[in-house]
């Protein structure tokens, strides 16, 4: 079993793949804000994960797997956050002019986010996806579910979002 250096630490995270949700303990540095973690230059080619639980939803089946280490190519994950009721600081001024909350529902593989993007008053949200050039957009106020995972319901206050990998889906 992998054991901690002095300047690291674990933290529970949920990784979203195409067909895969991954729960576990992340191994990060101390000084590392988690929630914005593949963010910054320190995001690994490969996320350690301890005490890993993997849920597989393919097909409509769902087959359930222990591993006390996994190796998850960051490449492969679609969202990612860390786990309620654990929080950081969000990551955005309120009082930043300009700026609005756009209701929008994702799907990610097989998992449904209804939430928030914050995007410019002076456009739209696909106008904000044409433009940006971030791998990664915070999306807010989360609600997660999964039609094949009855009793997966999560509410998390922010998560990390591949916006290139994901379908985007706005009501009126």
Known sequence: MYTLAPDEKKTMVFV?????????EAVTKESILVSR???????PNFM???NAQLIMVSGGTVKTFNYPEVLFPTEQCLA????????????YE???PNRMMALTHMLVGSFLFDGKLRVSTQ?????????????????????ISNPFLPQLKM????????PERVCFAMNQ
């Open 16 to 24: 979203y793949a195409s067909d895969l949700l991954l729960r576990g």
């Open 37 to 43: 973690w593949l963010r910054t230059d320190s995001a």
């Open 48 to 50: 350690q994960i301890l």
């Open 80 to 91: 990612f956050h860390i786990a309620p009721p654990t929080r950081d600081p969000l990551d």
């Open 94 to 96: 309120e009082d930043e």
């Open 123 to 143: 456009t739209d949200i696909g106008t904000s996806l044409d433009v940006s050039r971030s791998p990664w957009l915070s999306f807010y106020e989360v609600n």
């Open 155 to 162: 509410q998390v206050p922010m998560l990390l979002i591949r």
